[in-house]
T-cell receptor, first 116, second 108 residues
């Protein structure tokens, strides 16, 4: 079946511009996660959705970052006024149920963001 | 101190070798543990969960020592295709915390 998909796969933008990154989770998965992976670094948790609500936004690095999820499916991560330090691979993952059960997370291929 | 620590490597081993990766975590309340594999410029994929009793999946064996807050992964008879970065992952209150990963390179 279809896995997690993300778009665009690559994005080059200029400092100060806004960007939107999209994630389509696996159909039927209620939990959705965003992570960021900078060059040579581990995965950094950004935000978690259960359905359309985001009970944990603790990983968002600044108020320039926001995310929403509609219809319990597609999610968009928005970065406003991008900075060069925002350059990273942004990974989305989904899992079938609430993360409290330690469910396996299935990752999308990521969006490689480069801020010039 | 990072919440999940791994030796970044790289580990360079010949085909057929046995290689062991170690990981320590700082939060004793962590509930579940995993090893993920990440190929170059690809997304992470679950390799195996880790249980207190230890578990084996073919050439891969994972162990958990809760008292020492230590997790290990053993790969026997390593193959060229095992070359990747291995991520130690801890479930802390429902949030997955990833280690930086250990890079493995298996040479002919």
């Amino acid at each position: 079946g279809a896995g997690v998909s993300q778009s665009p796969s690559n994005k080059v933008t200029e400092k100060g511009k806004d960007v939107e990154l999209r994630c389509d989770p696996i159909s039927g998965h209620t939990a959705l996660y965003w992570y960021r992976q900078s060059l040579g670094q581990g995965l950094e948790f950004l935000i978690y959705f259960q359905g359309n609500s985001a009970p944990d936004k603790s990983g968002l690095p600044s108020d320039r970052f926001s995310a929403e999820r509609t219809g319990g499916s597609v999610s968009t991560l928005t970065i406003q006024r991008t900075q060069q330090e925002d350059s990273a691979v942004y990974l989305c993952a989904s899992s079938p149920r609430d993360r409290g059960l330690g469910e396996t997370q299935y990752f999308g291929p990521g969006t490689r963001l480069l801020v010039l | 101190r990072k919440e999940v620590e791994q030796d970044p490597g790289p580990f360079n081993v010949p085909e057929g070798a046995t290689v062991a990766f170690n990981c320590t975590y700082s939060n004793s309340a962590s509930q579940s543990f995993f090893w993920y594999r990440q190929d170059c410029r690809k997304e992470p994929k679950l390799l195996m969960s880790v249980y207190s009793s230890g578990n084996e999946d073919g050439r891969f064996t994972a162990q958990l020592n809760r008292a020492s807050q230590y997790i290990s992964l053993l790969i026997r008879d390593s193959k060229l295709s095992d070359s990747a970065t291995y991520l130690c992952v801890v479930n802390k209150g429902g949030k997955l915390i990833f280690g930086q990963g250990t890079e493995l390179s298996v040479k002919p």
